[in-house]
């Protein structure tokens, strides 16, 4: 399933959109550009719905898109598309314009500061578990596949025997103990 189709769903589940305020076209249609999540941060992608417009496809424009949006009608008639914003974008609020036949639709998408992480320590701190990496399932496959040596046989050869000693040593102690003192 595409990311879009995957965000789509997703919201659609949720029942409600987080959207910016989307100011609606100047002729007065009904309609209106929403851009979910509202509030992406430089990098992150965002799914953009447009209501109210009677062609099969549009064309968003916004300074805080990678490129240019094309819009195509999805399963209940409103326009979706989905764009990334751009990486080397500051805060702050930008225009999205649709392209809707004679008409056109604006919305906003507000862009949010990039999260700074926390560098790296320049060295380990704590030891480092190693495992057998990709190999160590080969081993195990190999000793498998080759069975019991010669080792296992005799092991299992002596642990028999002494099984076999007990349980005849103890079965004659039985014995004995049946038929009393003579």
Known sequence: ??????????????????????????????????????????????????????EKTALAVSAAFAADVRLTV???????????????????????KVACGDASRTGAVTVVRKETRPSAHPSPVAPVE?????????????AREAGPGTAHTVTGLVLAGVAATAVALRSGRRSREQRGPH
């Open 74 to 96: 999805g399963a209940d008639g409103t326009l979706v598309g989905q764009s990334r914003i751009r990486s080397t974008l500051t805060a702050g609020t930008y225009d999205v």
């Open 130 to 142: 190693a495992g057998g990496g990709g190999t160590a399932h080969l081993a195990v496959v190999d």
């Open 1 to 54: 399933m595409g990311s879009l189709r995957v965000t789509l769903c997703a919201i659609a589940a949720l029942g409600t959109v987080a959207v910016t305020p989307a100011a609606y076209a100047a002729d007065g249609a009904d309609g209106g550009v929403s851009v979910s999540p509202s509030s992406p941060r430089p990098g992150g992608d965002v799914a953009l719905l447009v209501s109210g417009c009677r």
